[in-house]
């Protein structure tokens, strides 16, 4: 496999806005990750050890990049092209743990889920901050979408991937049983209220239902 993973698409906001949600909002879509927002800045919350912004200009370019002394790397890079009210999207992934298979089909299906979570966020909720939790749920992927299916409506669905939206929240169920690891649910609410956490938490404390 490469050690690269490309994707390329259109996102329902003008640049300014996306620029935002990537570099500030990143608890809406994806998970808490802080940016320090100049060329040099610190990155804290996406790699274990942090990394450091190597391209900084608003609107239009964005990369950060994290390494160790044996020669590992990990780096995401960002290039936004304007187009009036939405905005084009050019991401890049490239790490020499994507060389393994298995790690490359997990990051590329993942990311793909992370860009239209990024993609529903800015075409209900853009510009909103949001608090971010995520738990791990008994059951399998199937067994889990079934408990949780009706609490939105989906904006994304794929073999090991659900999203949802309603008002004031993202839900996402992570498929990670695939990959011999344990189902997660996250939730991402644009309100004060904690009934949403709640929900989680209940989830976490469902007997599986066998299929």
């Known amino acids: 496999m490469p050690e690269t993973y490309r994707w390329d698409g259109t996102l329902p906001a003008d640049a300014t806005t996306t620029w935002e949600a990537i570099t500030r909002h990143t608890a809406a879509w994806q998970w808490q990750v802080d940016y320090e927002p100049r060329l040099g800045g610190t ?58 298979d298995v790690v490359y089909d997990q ?42 299916r009706d609490r939105g409506a989906v904006y994304y669905e794929s073999t090991h991937f659900l999203g949802l939206h309603a008002d004031d929240v993202i839900i996402r169920v992570f498929g990670r049983d695939a990959w011999d690891g344990s189902v997660g649910v996250s939730v991402h ?18 007997e599986a239902v066998s299929a």
């Open 43 to 100: 990155e804290r919350g996406l790699t274990p050890g942090g990394g450091f912004v190597t391209a900084w200009l608003p609107g239009r370019h964005f990369r950060t990049r994290a390494e160790n002394e044996n020669g590992w790397f990990n780096e995401l890079e960002i290039r936004l092209e304007a187009a009036g009210t939405s905005t084009h999207l050019h991401f890049t992934h490239t790490s020499p743990d994507l060389a393994d």
């Open 107 to 148: 990051g590329s299906a993942h990311t793909e889920f992370y860009l239209r979570s990024l993609e529903a966020y800015l075409r209900w909720f853009a510009g909103r901050p949001a608090r971010c939790r995520e738990i791990d749920v008994p059951g399998s992927f199937a067994e889990v979408c079934a408990r949780v």
């Open 189 to 206: 609410t644009f309100d004060e209220s904690d009934d949403w956490h709640a929900w989680l938490d209940s989830l976490a404390t469902t």
